[in-house]
């Protein structure tokens, strides 16, 4: 009791005047209290006014919260979708630049004799580092825009579209009309290519030059020493262009088909197998509506590297059709088609399985 009638008044005029910079010397003041048994410093640290913050609650709080579980599904599922889908990759690079066999079968072997089994998932790191932060930067962007959109619409419903005004003009848009399925979508497929475009940049300069670019540090620190930051988000917007159409409707179609399934068949949850196939079945789908802009998006960039670039998209899918007609908008689908519908349908059927582990109320009690 003599601590306390001794030292309350100045401990008091301390909290009140000097509470802001207090803290950074709670843990010196806990080093200069006696050692007591009778005393507790954390106490006597608290009765002067200061708070120790709760670290662990904030860091539980933060792991809890359903953004960052989703954010984490969407990590996982690209990692377990290119790790399974790795040996596919290494086959499909094999032929597509000409080496060893022309057939799958035949490049499998080949790979098995020369390299063993590791050799199937030769080069996958740079692959993985890649994928994982793109895949839960799109995936946990999509749920996040698609959960606060249609709360904006329901407030929009019941008070008005937000008004823009020009002067005396007042325009009200439509905002309630938009999907926010297809905002969601577009929404994912900015983010991702805006936060991960130069682990794509990095990921092409070491699949063609490996001599000059040996490692994802070294690639990293030329690619900025010469061209700076914008060399890192070199062809950015053919990509983006590219990317949006695409990333809308991949999204809205998987939504869309996904709920008509559950209402035709009346379920409430699909099986693995089901997702698998729907997961497919939007890739194909969004694949084949967005090819032509993919075909004019590396016609761009091609006729970068030639010294010929079309103008603008536009003008790219012009000289396609002047020059191979309007099939020539689908050269390369059905090797696109190979690629994307197993990793759709794989990284769909993942994600929605590590959803259900990660949000499920039996793990939230135990977190």
Excluded at 227 to 243: E, N, Q, V
Excluded at 265 to 283: D, F, N, V, Y
Excluded at 313 to 327: D, H, K, N, R
Aim: charged share 20%; glycine share 12%.
């Amino acid at each position: 009791m003599g601590l306390h009638d001794t030292h309350a008044p100045d401990g008091g005029g301390a909290g009140a005047g000097g509470g802001g910079g207090g803290g950074r010397y709670k843990e010196l003041l806990l080093m200069a209290l006696p050692k007591d048994n009778n005393l507790d410093a954390r106490k006597v640290v608290e009765f002067l006014g200061f708070r120790l913050p709760d670290v662990e609650g904030i860091v539980r709080a933060f792991f809890r919260s359903r953004e960052v579980r989703e954010f984490a599904s969407g990590a996982l599922a690209g990692a377990t979708s290119k790790a399974i889908l790795a040996p596919l990759e290494t086959i499909r690079t094999r032929m597509v630049v000409g080496v060893g066999s022309r057939h799958i079968g035949g490049s499998f072997l080949e790979i098995i004799e020369e390299n063993g089994w590791q050799g199937l998932w030769a080069g996958n790191s740079i692959n993985m580092i890649r994928i994982i932060p793109t895949q839960a930067i799109e995936l946990g962007t999509f749920e996040l825009v698609k959960r606060r959109m249609a709360k904006a619409q329901e407030k929009w419903k019941e008070e008005g579209c937000p008004k823009i005004q020009f002067g005396k003009l007042k325009i009200e848009p439509p905002l309630n009309l938009l999907s926010p399925i297809a905002v969601a979508g577009a929404s994912a497929g900015i983010a991702g290519t805006l936060m991960c475009h130069p682990l794509e940049v990095i990921k092409d300069r070491l699949t063609i030059n490996r001599e000059v670019y040996p490692s994802i540090s070294v690639a990293f620190s030329k690619i900025y020493r010469t061209d700076g930051i914008g060399g890192l988000y070199a062809g950015l917007c053919p990509t983006l262009i590219g990317m949006l159409p695409y990333s809308t409707c991949y999204y809205f179609m998987y939504e869309t088909i996904k709920t008509s399934y559950c209402r035709l068949h009346k379920k409430t949850s699909l099986t693995q197998p089901e997702l698998l196939i729907i997961g497919a079945l939007t890739g194909l789908t969004a694949s084949t509506i967005s090819f032509p802009l993919e075909v004019a998006r590396k016609r761009l960039m091609v006729g970068a590297l030639q010294g010929k670039c079309p103008p603008h998209m536009i003008a790219a899918l012009s000289e396609v059709v002047q020059e191979e007609g309007i099939q020539g908008l689908y050269r390369g689908w059905g090797a696109s088609c190979l690629k994307v519908m197993p990793n759709s349908g794989i990284t769909w059927m993942f994600y929605e399985a590590w959803k259900d582990i990660l949000l499920s109320d039996k793990y939230k009690h135990h977190a």
